[in-house]
């Protein structure tokens, strides 16, 4: 049986992954829990002996990425699947590296999910065929390196969140955040992509294709 972690802020899509796991025609499935940010996942990870975590990127405080550094300190060998509402030319390849199993975004059909739940808790990775195809391209072609690709993983997070419009205080107020701490990572944001104000980083994340 395996035994699963679904890590979310959002009550009603760990409901809903939840009741779609226990739900699963092959019974594949055992001890289900849940946790809404780092400390409780962190917490539930040390007492328990979980073989897969479903992880969102957005968590108040500490987001997904930053937190699979303390996953691999504290239970090296559990394999991460990453769930966001960001797509994969947003993070997946930036999850992989940093030590993800696989990523999937939310609109993802109910049958891959668990396809992807079974394969990651096997101890393989799971990969769409787009992502792969990212993958392959950033191998061989060795494209040049985006200004983002310069951000840290919460500078992109706020930049995609600026990006779509979001005012800096609805952004600290999402990301458990200061909107002074906002501002901070939005001048930072501009230095880093050369831009000076937030409509530029609005443009320059439609033209990459962040939002």
Not at 20 to 25: G, R, T, V
Not at 30 to 44: P, Q, R, Y
Not at 88 to 115: F, H, M, N, P
Not at 186 to 196: F, M, V
Request: hydrophobic share 40%; no cysteine; charged share 25%.
């Amino acid at each position: 049986m395996i035994n699963i972690l679904i890590t979310d802020d959002h009550p009603i899509l760990r409901k809903g992954l939840r009741q779609l796991l226990e739900d699963d025609k092959h019974k594949r499935f055992g001890f289900i829990d849940e946790a809404v940010n780092g400390s409780e996942l962190i917490e539930k990870l040390i007492s328990f002996d979980f073989n897969i975590v479903l992880l969102d990127i957005s968590l108040p405080g500490r987001n997904g990425l930053e937190l699979l550094s303390d996953i691999r300190k504290i239970k090296p060998d559990i394999p991460v699947l990453m769930l966001s509402t960001y797509s994969e030319d947003q993070y997946a390849i930036r999850a992989l590296k940093l030590g993800a199993s696989g990523y999937l975004t939310k609109a993802t059909a109910a049958e891959e999910l668990i396809a992807a739940v079974v394969k990651v808790a096997g101890g393989s990775r799971y990969i769409t065929a787009s992502l792969a195809e990212k993958i392959t391209y950033n191998f061989f072609d060795e494209p040049a390196k985006p200004l983002h690709g310069e951000l840290s993983v919460r500078e992109l997070e706020v930049t995609i969140h600026l990006a779509s419009g979001k005012t800096m205080s609805n952004i600290a107020k999402e990301l458990s955040l200061s909107p002074n701490t906002i501002s901070k990572y939005r001048e930072r944001i501009l230095a880093k992509l050369k831009l000076k104000t937030t409509s530029d980083i609005i443009r320059y994340a439609i033209n990459e294709g962040l939002v």
